[in-house]
């Protein structure tokens, strides 16, 4: 073997060595993620999430990392980053992009915190607020929908999401108090023990209205000294809170 063709060899051992530990070729390597759909969600958080005004620079990195076309239906994945809910099955629905983001950044998530979800549909929004915060626990009221977002988040390696199918209007005792509290099904009003396992000092997020109708983003805070204070951010429209699911 000639000396040029001894540095080629060595030009590409090297390569192929320090290849996995570079940013983009991990992004790569997530299971089904490819350089196609990364781009297409650096476009939909420059277009629709930027640019109405999202700029906590986690969030926006978690909208940038976490591959949102995983957690639609197959048939949806070429919509999977466009400006709009998609339907995810059982008549519900994975939030539009700019939703997802507004209402993690409303939560002031940060990284020693714990987060409670109750609608884990499809798992994204579990998923992108568990790209910030340490442990994310999460409720589906429908069966296959929490299982299937269960095998979706062991798959494509989440280790911090938990998954639990019960009526979450309860909350989850065991892991309480949570710094941030988020609800993604629309409830007529604030289910009172989800603000008792609340921290103080911690912040909620939940549509509240009736049903089939605009329903308004509210923000719930609890002062250090325990006080509830509620603020309206925007009308929203979003699948019902159910109590039992047939
Ligand atoms: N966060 C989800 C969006 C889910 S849509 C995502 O990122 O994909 C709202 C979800 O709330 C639905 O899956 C619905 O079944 C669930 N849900 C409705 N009422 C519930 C309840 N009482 N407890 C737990 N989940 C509930």
Not at 45 to 50: D, K
Not at 204 to 215: D, E, K, S
Request: hydrophobic share 40%; glycine share 6%.
């Amino acid at each position: 073997m000639n000396m040029t063709c001894k540095v080629l060899l060595l030009l590409i051992f090297t390569t192929l060595l320090y290849l996995p530990l570079s940013d983009s070729a991990y992004c790569l390597s997530m299971p089904g993620d490819t350089e196609y759909y990364r781009e297409l969600r650096h476009k939909m958080v420059e277009a629709q999430i930027l640019a109405r005004g999202v700029k906590d620079e986690r969030v926006l990195k978690a909208m940038r990392d976490v591959p949102r076309h995983l957690f639609v239906p197959e048939r949806s994945r070429g919509s999977a980053y466009r400006d709009h809910p998609l339907a995810i099955g059982y008549g519900q629905t994975i939030s539009q992009p700019y939703i997802v983001a507004l209402m993690t950044e409303l939560l002031k998530p940060k990284e020693d915190q714990v987060a409670l979800e109750v609608g884990t549909g499809s798992g994204y929004q579990a998923a992108v607020l568990g790209q910030i915060v340490q442990s994310v626990y999460t409720i589906e009221i429908i069966p296959p929908l929490g299982a299937s977002a269960e095998k979706r988040i062991t798959e494509i390696g989440y280790k911090n999401i938990h998954v639990k199918i019960a009526d979450g209007y309860f909350g989850w005792k065991e892991h309480a108090p949570f710094d941030c509290v988020i609800v993604t099904a629309a409830s007529d009003h604030v289910p009172p023990p989800l603000i008792t396992q609340l921290k103080n000092g911690g912040r909620m997020v939940i549509p509240v209205g009736h049903p089939f109708q605009v329903q308004h983003l509210m923000l719930v805070t609890k002062s250090t000294e325990g006080e509830i204070q509620m603020r309206n951010i925007l009308p929203v429209r979003f699948v019902p809170f159910i109590r039992e699911w047939k």
